[in-house]
């Protein structure tokens, strides 16, 4: 899985190179530390893709065991064309909230 890169102390740039799967986003171990993501609880968060796609979305995101971020189904649909056509891109992730949920908010 490819590395990310702390951009501020609650915001991280993923990459798509060596992606094995879309479900998945490890944090970064820094930002991760500092916003305190647990596993197994739901986070505030904004996922954007580089500006050129035009793309964001604020949810609640599961925390995976191994402090990774959980994408459902409808966002892994939205992004795959671009992930496995722009290798060199990313998306970045920001804790927008320090408030954790033990479920999804509905």
Do not use: H
């Amino acid at each position: 899985m490819a590395r990310s890169q702390a951009l501020t102390r609650n915001k991280w740039k993923a990459f798509f190179r060596d992606r094995s799967g879309l479900r998945l986003w490890l944090a970064n171990n820094e930002v991760a530390k500092n916003c305190k993501l647990r596993d197994g609880r739901y986070r505030y968060l904004k996922v954007e893709l580089e500006p050129k796609y035009q793309f964001s979305m604020t949810d609640w995101f599961r925390i995976t065991s191994g402090k990774e971020v959980s994408f459902r189904k409808e966002l892994q649909d939205r992004i795959a064309d671009i992930v496995a056509r722009d290798k060199d891109s990313f998306l970045t992730i920001e804790v927008l909230s320090n408030e954790e949920k033990n479920a999804r908010p509905q």
